[in-house]
């Protein structure tokens, strides 16, 4: 595991929780909007923090936080990842994971074991827009499509999530991504914001009406769907 940031405390990263928030390096996509470049592009330039700092800070603070939320970067790409949840698991944590799917038997073994209590994955486009999305052009959607065929079965609970950006989402893509995660429990768009450590600069957010008529069009499919941040 490589950790390379933490946020002490949040009542945000995990809804209705006290959590403190790992980030993780490392990414195997380019998502042109990444809001954490750093984590994803610069990770030889970042200092780890070491799990045992990490171990402590959540044994001495055992009943203030309810949980951590584990995000990134990727956090299904870390090594060990497994061992480190049963630890936080064992020290009485809820956990959150946040990820983009791309890992689907690794995420079925997490979830099978008990090791997360919540699932948060990034619905990144429509299929069809997928790659140039992700910074991967003819990106093979197999195992995204496996880990949303699997968190729609699931018992776990979980949410799809979508960052939506001016350049890369239109209508057609909603009107899409409703008919994949149809019945879906819970699906938020959320608006993208622009910073200094975006990945690519550039990049625009839809204004409030545009958000509201993207969420009608999902909400034909997914009556759950939500306007987020």
Known sequence: ????????????????KAACTLFTAGCNFRCPYCCNAPLVVNTHENKEIPLKDIYRYLENCRGLLDGICLS??????????????????ELGYEVRLETNGSFPDKLRKIVSEGLVSYVAMDIKNSMESYGKTVGIEGYDMGNVC????????????????????????????????????????????????????????????????????????????VPSARLRG
């Open 146 to 221: 496996k880990s949303v065929e699997f968190l729609l079965s699931s018992s776990i609970p979980y949410e799809f999530n979508t960052t939506v950006v001016l350049e890369l989402h239109q209508r057609s893509d909603f009107e899409a991504i409703g008919r994949w995660i149809a019945g879906a429990r819970r699906y938020y768009l959320q608006r993208f914001v622009d910073s200094a450590s975006v990945l690519r600069g550039g990049l625009h957010r839809y204004n409030e009406s545009i958000m509201l008529q993207a969420l009608e069009i999902v909400r034909e499919n």
């Open 1 to 16: 595991m490589v950790i390379q940031c933490l946020k002490k405390f949040s009542l945000l990263d995990y809804p209705g």
């Open 72 to 89: 990134g970067g990727e956090p299904m790409i870390q090594h060990g990842i497994e061992d480190f949840l049963g630890r936080v698991r």
